[in-house]
């Protein structure tokens, strides 16, 4: 089989892609997995998170209203949390989005990370999310 110059670029092209989405991917996972042991040790900062949900709570509007609890390699990145969860109310800026969006990664068992913010009583509110941890 033949394959022209400008096929060949074009198969070259996708392996590059792909071994630079690998790279990424991987100094991604062990960024991210330092994060949480570091970061969370006291929820008293903006703080970036992930993990894999393992409990998702649906509450009253301004009661925590969405809450979930997440591990990553098997430890609670929210264990400085209040009760050890995050949350978001329904008030919060794109809640149904962002709810969708978490049950299904919830569903699928796929890491989520997001952003927290602890709150005055010692909860943690999330803000930014992201899907894929």
């Not at 997995?33 to 709570?57: D, F, L, M, W």
């Amino acid at each position: 089989m033949n394959i022209s110059g400008e096929n060949n670029n074009f198969i070259h092209n996708g392996i590059l892609k792909n071994i630079i989405r690998k790279i990424i991917s991987i100094v991604s996972i062990i960024y991210a997995s330092s994060i949480p042991s570091i970061a969370c040790a006291q929820a008293t900062q903006t703080t970036n998170v992930s993990g894999t949900i393992v409990q998702a709570v649906l509450s009253g509007a301004s009661n925590y209203a969405f809450r979930i609890t997440i591990t990553q390699n098997g430890t609670s990145p929210l264990a400085a949390c209040k009760d050890g969860f995050a949350y978001i109310n329904v008030s919060d800026d794109n809640y149904q989005a962002k709810v969708s969006a978490m049950l299904s990664a919830f569903m699928a068992g796929k890491p989520v990370g997001f952003t927290m913010i602890p709150d005055s009583n010692g909860f943690c509110q999330m803000t930014d999310f992201w899907l894929g941890g």
